[in-house]
């Protein structure tokens, strides 16, 4: 095949995994589908590899390549018109079952070619409380309804007793439909889309493509691999705040890497599985370090199944909380998920240190409410997936308000939540001095805040980072913790922890929420002391920080007062104290 057919072919196939994604925008319900776009959209080969991929989300890769496969074995009978559903975490390794997948197969001419695969988050699907996800689940029959591998349609018609099932599961039946309807016909939609790229190029051509970019991938991620030194980094250690459960223990998440000749190896380590719902099932953690990996070594290139061929991942014993056991709770994954990015991010850094960010804020969580709304009395379910800042760049500042390198959501804009739920978003902005002091300065975190409308509203939340801030690296300062408070103004504000279920709340309480930042890059005292002048005139760093983290002192108009500065900076004994030693709302952290 020549190169301009390679490219063209290639690069109509990642065009209409975008066009997908832009349809499920148009056509799907709930906010978390038309704001948040918290679902992923893959084409796949019919011996199950991912060919592309829609919006790069690397928490779904994983489990949308493992359903994929799952359908395979279970459907071998498959015709032109079926479609496949399933959300079960255990029989086909979803990320939670929150996330429901729907597989379509691709027939040419009665020859199978392929699949196109989706996977979109559900505003509720049942379980113990509003929104599902309980961050005190103890198992996972209580984080919603479980859908194994069954037909959705059969020749092109829906089974209505699919319907009836989940509809008859969910608090929000027409939204939560909605959502799946739209999965199901923009997969149909699809079919179409490619049924005209074979029909243009042929299908033998097309597939040989596809073939051929996997194979592309693989080699030159390999080539860059192989540039390294032999040898072993790491490991690297970080920790969960709790498990929602037993609030006093935390849980280790480690990474050791070595590298060997054009291949990686990452070997991971954690504490025993918990019994609340922060376990992760290593087909979610593989594929996203793959995508982190592709992310450092080859930025320009797509993701498909060539990455997964040079880089290794092994997990501990089976009953541990990045290897969980079944039944254990899993609808908290994007936690350990996080946590497991931080410390990959350090250990490749030891190995590549110029080219390799620091870690984010691994605080990024969602916040979900539900009621009655008071104008419709229909049951409302309001999900918010809110961010931290990035990592520190080796040669720039990290990025504000935005998620960890695996997670790709968006915010949801105010004016879209106070237009369908009651609450008024009273504070929405970021939070000075979250970020990790460095040579360049960690991404800061957000601070948001609902006033509550209703007459009353259920509260979830499923976050982290509150004990545990990101560490930054190369002699930086770690990030300010999260943290999260009821009526923060009110006359006994309430301290929250990181995970809350089924918190009620009554009309007037106001919820505030304050996301950690992203840890540090290099030493702060090394960080002109201009730009910390300039992050204190934009309100990113406070004069207290930038005296006490960088050494640099201000004249009454905010210009540099060099002597002061040069003394700070010869002997400043307070520089390097602990981040995180109180909030914004006046509350205590504590720190390892």
Known sequence: MNPIELEVIYQSTLQIARELTLNMLRTGYSTIIKESQDFTFAIFDAQGRMVAQGIPQPLHIGPLAAQANEIRRCFTDAEPGDAFIVNHPYQACQNHSTDITIITPMFVEGRMVGYIGNTAHKPDLGGKVPGTNAGDATDLFQEGLL????????????ITEIKAVICANTRTPEVTWG????QVNTNTYGLTRLGELFAKYGTDKVLACWQAWMDICERELRKEIAKLPDGRYGPESDYLDDDGIDLNKSYRISAALEVKGDTLHFILDSDPQARGPINLRPCVSKNFIQCLVKMVFIPNLPVNDGLSRPVQVSYPAEGSLL????????????????VTT?????????????RVPAPGSAAGGSISS????????RWYSQYEILSGGTGARPNADGVSAMDELVVNVMNTPVEAVESEFPVRVERY?????????????????VRRQWRILGDEAVINLRTDRFKFSSPGIFGANPAHASAACLNPDGAQPRRLTSKVAGLRLKKGDLLSMEFAGGGGWGDPLARTPERVRQDV????????AARVDYGVAFNPDLSVDAEATARLRGNNPDSARPRGKGDRMGFPHSRE
Do not use: C, W
Request: no cysteine.
């Open 342 to 354: 931080s410390v990959a991010i350090r250990a490749l850094a030891r190995a590549v240190p110029g």
């Open 429 to 445: 902005e970021l939070a000075q001095d979250s970020g990790g002091a460095g040579t360049f300065r960690g991404g800061l975190g």
């Open 537 to 544: 005139l934009r309100g990113y760093v406070s004069r207290e």
């Open 323 to 338: 290897n969980p056991r079944y039944p254990a709770p899993v609808n908290m994954y994007v936690r350990p998920s996080q």
């Open 179 to 182: 959502d799946i309807s739209a």
């Open 147 to 158: 859908i194994p591998p069954l037909k959705i349609l059969r020749r092109g018609e829906l």
């Open 370 to 377: 539900a009621g009655r709304h008071p104008k419709t009395g």
